[in-house]
């Protein structure tokens, strides 16, 4: 099958396409009861798997996991004997941060300057989007040849583990022949690419206690200990001076061999201030794909305004420590808390709480199924050649499948690429993207199935 009629077709679907992620965006499903109401997920999770329905899925099913939320599963037979692939995305979105500096409400999404904003419109409810986009293009050209399962995640932004832990209580849900999470994204808009690893995570709090209750600062300051003082010296603690991150023990030195990352681009990507210097040292793509990272999340502590002159009784900080590919996530997690415990001055009380924890990836490109999404991409995207590159994020997911099944070979793709600003305020989508990756995943099934059968 050549890939003009998948493409006319994908093209056909889009204004569909855009008004079903109009109604998922809308959800607010923010994983954290905290913030937002688990109504709001669970509403999410019916809607997918109300749309799985739509597409004759069987055995549809609303997981309740370990953690307390819910992932969508179901199930889409093909032809007799045809190999089995695994498609995964997730519906739980990071919160929407600042609602102020939203351009458009984060929660409806809005076409402008060629773009679809809104809150998971690129991480990861366009991933699900991206998914049914391929498999209806498959249908309407001769059906789907490989039998399809489809699990959509609850809990992935929370890296509570949910669905890592259902998978692993029951393995033969999920056994694949080949699983693509779609949850990566291009390394820039337009150029075609599968994501080669993944760094592991470890997020911990840090509470820093030593008064009983806050003090006059006038009256008591200069000599009573200031919990927030020594909070900053531990979260200093953890950076060198060229901003490099500096956990005790903890490999800091490794090099990138693959894809480089221009400085210059970078600095476009990530929006840094004129002036304003990258921190650490070596090449972009080092820091950001091969070495642990280091970021304070959140500090408790007075706002500015209402603020009071007093020492602080006590001070707490969030913290993420990103592990690279070849280390260990529990083991990094030990050394960030030792190393937490061990700058923390004047003798303060110090408790370290481990939050959440997810180990590092690395796929096997060489694995016949990559030659099957390099068709299918070069298809898709006339005039370029199929990348691998890093990626920073975490998907603790990935490390579970492996090791459920060994001989699974597992593609990373989506639509996260830099424009997007997944994470940020302002996320968004690009159709075209949407359109062409969608097209690519299609053609990679009809590829991949025809290996399967030579």
């Not at 990861?124 to 991206?130: D, R, S, T, V």
């Not at 003798?347 to 030659?371: H, L």
């Not at 070979?409 to 600003?421: D, K, N, V, W, Y």
Request: negative net charge; proline residues 7%.
């Amino acid at each position: 099958m050549t890939a003009d009629p998948i493409a006319e077709t994908v093209a056909s679907l889009l204004p569909r396409a855009q008004a079903e992620l109009t109604e998922l965006v809308a959800f607010q499903s923010v994983a954290d009861p905290a913030q937002f109401p688990k109504s709001e997920c669970e509403a999410a999770a019916r809607w997918v798997a109300d749309a799985l329905h739509a597409e004759d899925f069987q055995d549809i099913a609303v997981l309740d996991t370990p953690d307390g939320t819910q992932s969508v599963y179901g199930f889409l037979p093909g032809p007799a004997g045809a190999p089995t692939v695994l498609l995964y995305a997730h519906y739980d979105v990071q919160p929407p941060l600042d609602l102020a500096a939203w351009t458009t409400p984060p929660f409806e999404l809005t076409e402008r300057d060629g773009r679809w904003y809104g809150r998971g419109a690129a991480d990861c409810k366009g991933g699900f989007i991206m998914h049914l986009l391929a498999l209806r293009a498959l249908k309407a050209n001769g059906g789907v040849p490989v039998n399809i399962k489809v699990i959509v995640e609850g809990s992935e932004e929370q890296g509570t583990g949910g669905l890592e832990r259902y998978a692993e209580a029951h393995p033969e849900l999920l056994i694949a022949d080949t699983i693509v999470i779609g949850d990566a994204g291009n390394f820039r808009l337009g150029l075609p690419t599968v994501t080669a690893t993944l760094r592991g995570m470890t997020l911990v709090r840090v509470q820093i206690d030593t008064l009983e209750g806050n003090l006059h600062s006038g009256q008591f300051g200069g000599a009573a200990p200031d919990a927030l003082a020594a909070l900053i010296r531990v979260l200093d603690s953890l950076r060198a001076e060229d901003g490099s991150t500096t956990v005790d023990g903890l490999s800091a030195e490794a090099a990138w061999e693959g894809l480089q990352y221009p400085e210059a681009d970078f600095r476009k990507d990530a929006k840094v201030l004129d002036g304003v210097g990258l921190i650490g040292t070596g090449a972009v793509a080092d820091r950001i794909w091969a070495r642990p990272a280091v970021t304070v999340l959140g500090i408790d502590c007075p706002p500015v305004i209402g603020a009071t002159p007093s020492v602080q009784a006590g001070a707490r900080a969030l913290i993420s420590l990103r592990v690279p590919p070849g280390q260990d996530a529990a083991e990094a997690t030990k050394l960030l808390a030792a190393h937490l415990e061990a700058h923390t001055p004047w003798g303060a009380r110090v408790a370290v709480e481990q939050v959440g924890q997810g180990q590092p990836f690395q796929a096997d490109i060489s694995s016949p199924a990559y030659s099957s999404m390099a068709e299918a991409m070069r298809a898709a995207y006339p005039g370029e050649e199929m990348q691998s590159a890093g990626m920073g994020g975490s998907i603790p997911l990935c490390n579970t499948l492996a090791a459920l099944y060994p001989e699974a070979e597992i593609l990373l793709i989506g639509l996260s690429e830099p424009e997007a600003q997944i994470h940020a305020v302002n996320e968004s989508v690009s159709p075209e993207e949407l359109e062409r990756l969608s097209v690519a995943e299609a053609l990679f099934l009809v590829n991949y199935a025809a290996s399967k059968t030579v």
